[in-house]
Protein backbone atom coordinates (compact mmCIF):
# COMPACT_ATOMS: atom_id res chain seq x y z
CA UNK A 1 0.00 0.00 0.00
CA UNK A 2 1.32 3.38 -1.24
CA UNK A 3 1.57 6.24 1.68
CA UNK A 4 2.84 9.52 1.02
CA UNK A 5 4.36 11.65 3.45
CA UNK A 6 4.42 15.64 2.64
CA UNK A 7 6.77 18.26 4.58
CA UNK A 8 8.06 21.64 3.42
CA UNK A 9 5.10 23.68 4.59
CA UNK A 10 4.72 27.04 6.57
CA UNK A 11 4.35 30.79 6.96
CA UNK A 12 6.19 32.97 4.31
CA UNK A 13 6.11 36.33 3.34
CA UNK A 14 4.85 37.44 -0.08
CA UNK A 15 7.77 37.49 -2.62
CA UNK A 16 9.67 34.41 -0.65
CA UNK A 17 9.62 31.09 -1.60
CA UNK A 18 9.15 27.30 -0.09
CA UNK A 19 9.65 23.96 -1.41
CA UNK A 20 7.15 21.04 -0.70
CA UNK A 21 8.17 17.17 -0.57
CA UNK A 22 5.84 14.43 -1.18
CA UNK A 23 8.07 11.37 0.07
CA UNK A 24 6.54 8.04 -0.86
CA UNK A 25 6.47 4.68 1.06
CA UNK A 26 5.02 1.07 0.35
CA UNK A 27 6.25 1.01 -3.08
CA UNK A 28 8.12 2.70 -5.65
CA UNK A 29 7.06 5.80 -7.38
CA UNK A 30 8.25 4.78 -10.79
CA UNK A 31 4.78 4.03 -12.01
CA UNK A 32 2.91 6.76 -10.32
CA UNK A 33 2.07 10.60 -11.63
CA UNK A 34 1.90 12.85 -9.05
CA UNK A 35 -0.30 15.38 -8.70
CA UNK A 36 -0.26 18.60 -6.90
CA UNK A 37 -3.59 20.27 -5.41
CA UNK A 38 -4.47 22.78 -3.03
CA UNK A 39 -7.50 24.37 -1.61
CA UNK A 40 -7.60 27.83 0.38
CA UNK A 41 -10.60 28.32 2.96
CA UNK A 42 -13.97 28.36 1.60
CA UNK A 43 -12.80 27.31 -1.85
CA UNK A 44 -12.91 24.35 -4.12
CA UNK A 45 -9.64 22.23 -4.22
CA UNK A 46 -7.89 22.91 -7.40
CA UNK A 47 -5.18 21.62 -9.75
CA UNK A 48 -1.53 22.95 -9.31
CA UNK A 49 0.68 20.99 -10.95
CA UNK A 50 1.61 17.86 -12.05
CA UNK A 51 4.67 14.97 -13.62
CA UNK A 52 4.01 12.07 -15.01
CA UNK A 53 6.13 8.42 -13.90
CA UNK A 54 8.79 8.89 -16.11
CA UNK A 55 9.48 12.78 -15.18
CA UNK A 56 8.88 13.35 -19.43
CA UNK A 57 5.11 15.02 -18.79
CA UNK A 58 4.44 18.30 -16.39
CA UNK A 59 1.57 20.32 -16.60
CA UNK A 60 1.18 23.64 -14.21
CA UNK A 61 -2.36 25.51 -14.09
CA UNK A 62 -2.40 29.03 -14.71
CA UNK A 63 -1.25 30.40 -11.29
CA UNK A 64 1.43 27.98 -11.07
CA UNK A 65 2.65 28.65 -14.60
CA UNK A 66 6.71 30.67 -14.13
CA UNK A 67 6.70 30.33 -10.42
CA UNK A 68 6.45 26.91 -9.62
CA UNK A 69 8.40 23.91 -10.56
CA UNK A 70 7.66 20.40 -10.44
CA UNK A 71 10.56 17.62 -10.09
CA UNK A 72 11.00 14.15 -9.10
CA UNK A 73 13.82 12.30 -7.48
CA UNK A 74 12.83 8.23 -8.20
CA UNK A 75 15.71 6.91 -6.18
CA UNK A 76 14.48 8.86 -3.19
CA UNK A 77 11.08 8.11 -3.85
CA UNK A 78 10.26 12.04 -3.39
CA UNK A 79 8.49 14.72 -5.66
CA UNK A 80 9.25 18.07 -4.70
CA UNK A 81 6.82 21.44 -5.75
CA UNK A 82 9.57 24.39 -5.59
CA UNK A 83 7.46 27.83 -5.26
CA UNK A 84 8.68 30.98 -6.14
CA UNK A 85 7.40 34.73 -6.07
CA UNK A 86 4.66 33.50 -3.43
CA UNK A 87 1.64 35.39 -3.06
CA UNK A 88 -1.01 35.80 -0.71
CA UNK A 89 -3.50 34.27 -2.90
CA UNK A 90 -1.39 30.79 -2.57
CA UNK A 91 -2.21 30.26 0.94
CA UNK A 92 -4.03 27.15 1.32
CA UNK A 93 -3.65 23.62 2.14
CA UNK A 94 -1.22 21.48 -0.23
CA UNK A 95 -1.79 18.06 -1.38
CA UNK A 96 0.28 15.96 -3.56
CA UNK A 97 -1.43 12.63 -5.09
CA UNK A 98 -0.34 9.55 -6.75
CA UNK A 99 -2.17 8.19 -9.67
CA UNK A 100 -0.75 4.15 -10.62
CA UNK A 101 -0.02 3.87 -14.08
CA UNK A 102 0.58 7.35 -14.97
CA UNK A 103 4.20 6.50 -16.64
CA UNK A 104 3.39 8.40 -19.55
CA UNK A 105 0.98 11.38 -18.54
CA UNK A 106 -0.78 12.84 -15.74
CA UNK A 107 -3.57 15.15 -15.09
CA UNK A 108 -4.32 18.21 -12.51
CA UNK A 109 -7.80 17.65 -12.83
CA UNK A 110 -9.43 17.47 -9.65
CA UNK A 111 -12.06 15.26 -11.26
CA UNK A 112 -9.98 12.72 -12.19
CA UNK A 113 -10.52 9.57 -10.45
CA UNK A 114 -7.02 7.69 -10.74
CA UNK A 115 -5.34 9.76 -7.84
CA UNK A 116 -5.89 6.86 -5.13
CA UNK A 117 -3.39 7.56 -2.54
CA UNK A 118 -3.15 11.37 -1.09
CA UNK A 119 -1.21 12.93 1.07
CA UNK A 120 -1.82 14.61 4.54
CA UNK A 121 -1.82 17.88 3.30
CA UNK A 122 0.30 20.60 4.42
CA UNK A 123 -0.45 24.35 5.00
CA UNK A 124 1.26 27.41 3.23
CA UNK A 125 0.44 30.63 4.63
CA UNK A 126 1.83 33.89 2.65
CA UNK A 127 1.62 36.72 4.44
CA UNK A 128 3.72 39.69 5.78
Known amino acids: QLQLVQSGGGLVQPGGSLRLSCTAS????????IGWFRQAPGKMREGVSCISGNGGKIYYEGSAKNRFTVSRDNAKNTVYLQMNALKSEDTAVYYC?????????????????????WGQGTQVTVSS
Open 26 to 33: GSTLDDYA
Open 97 to 117: AADYGGVDGCTTVVEYGGYAY
